[in-house]
């Protein structure tokens, strides 16, 4: 196994260059992050039942899944971004498609109908006189039958109408009844043996996707391996025997994030190890994951090798776990900052 240390500042300012020059389209599960956070000095014993109500003194929202790694596409600044998707006739959708505009992408690839409901998850947050703050269970809008006939059809032309335009497709497979169906699915491989690049991330799915590039972090990696996935399995001899299991047994060039380990890349024969370096905490790794897809598919599209990429992805996806309480995203100049902290670590 090789092992990569990372990109210098030429190959890093290329790829930034070149991403200016590609269009990058995301089809998966799209949905909407939503925070209401109460004040509960605020709150009074209410008259109608023996409850504390929670005061909303302030509501965030941002695109999750495949919205936040459309998103995040877009801070890079390609060419073009564009995604592919579902959403409910509803403020949840409607709130979420006017986020996506808001960060720059093109939503015209998004089917809205009455037949589903768009993906949400609702943290009601509580805080008070202490600097304790309280996160009660998620509220979650979901899907709980399989994509609609008509739905999964219009969704399916507005790819087969765009595929040609587009310089490679993130696919983010990540609730149990999404708009990657069978059909859907079958479809996008059918696109990468057409020549398309298409690179997948799926929670629960990653096994079923060939000839294509993988991007599975390490639990879903060992599960699709069948490797035992325990604490004491945990070891990067484990993630790398994995990582080319998948490749082989799938077909796939297959990138297998590791947490603060970095990634491994590999085609089933040779494989590189991408370490990352240590950052500053406080740190918070919600959305990490989709900030890597995100510079790790432009990196690709814009030419740059698999190791370069996941390098790059690397950088990105540090900066965001930065961005403590949101799910961030990575500008270019955050990136070369980022890439000025890891040569004097280095040094």
């Known amino acids: 196994m090789e092992k990569f240390t990372g990109i210098d500042k030429a190959g890093l300012n290329s790829i930034l ?31 109608e039942t023996p409850h504390f109500p929670l005061p909303v003194v302030e509501e965030k929202m941002s695109p999750g899944g495949g919205g936040n790694v459309a998103v995040n596409i877009s801070a890079l600044k390609p060419k073009g971004i564009k995604v592919f998707g579902v959403t409910g006739r509803d403020w949840r959708g409607d709130n979420l498609i006017r986020k996506l505009l808001e960060c720059g992408v093109d939503t015209s690839g998004i089917v809205v109908s009455d037949l589903v409901v768009t993906n949400a998850f609702c943290k009601p947050i509580r805080k008070g006189i202490s600097d304790v703050v309280y996160e009660d269970p998620r509220l979650d809008f979901a899907n709980y039958e399989i994509l609609p006939r008509e739905v999964e059809r219009m969704l399916s032309e507005f790819l087969d109408n765009s595929i040609s335009e587009t310089d490679i497709l993130c696919v983010s497979d990540q609730v149990a009844f999404g708009c990657i169906t069978p059909f859907i699915r079958e479809k996008i491989l059918s696109f990468a043996k057409k020549g398309s690049k298409v690179i997948v991330d799926s929670r629960d799915r990653i096994s079923l996707y060939q000839g294509v590039i993988l991007k599975p972090n ?19 001899e484990n993630y790398v025997l994995a990582a080319q299991t998948l490749a082989v047994s799938n077909k796939s060039d297959v990138c297998m994030t590791l947490g603060a380990k970095g990634c491994v890349y590999t085609n089933g024969k040779t494989t590189t190890y991408v370490p990352s370096y240590e950052v500053a905490k406080p740190i918070d790794i919600c959305g990490a994951g989709d900030t890597f897809l995100s510079a790790f598919s432009c990196a690709i599209a814009a030419g740059a090798k698999p190791f370069e990429a996941a390098s790059f992805a690397n950088m990105a996806a540090d900066v965001t776990i930065r961005k403590i309480g949101m799910t961030g995203s990575a500008s270019p100049d955050e990136i070369r900052e980022r890439h000025e902290q890891i040569l004097q670590q280095r040094d």
Do not use: F, H, P, Q
């Not at 509960?40 to 014993?45: F, G, R, T, V, Y």
């Not at 639990?219 to 070891?235: H, L, P």
């Open 17 to 47: 260059n070149r991403i200016s020059d590609i269009r990058i389209a995301v089809i998966g599960d799209i949905c909407l992050d939503v925070y209401w956070i109460s004040d509960m000095k605020k709150s009074e014993l209410s008259r």
């Open 218 to 236: 390490e639990v879903e990696g060992m599960r699709a391996a069948n490797i035992d996935a325990s604490k004491e399995e945990m070891t990067l």
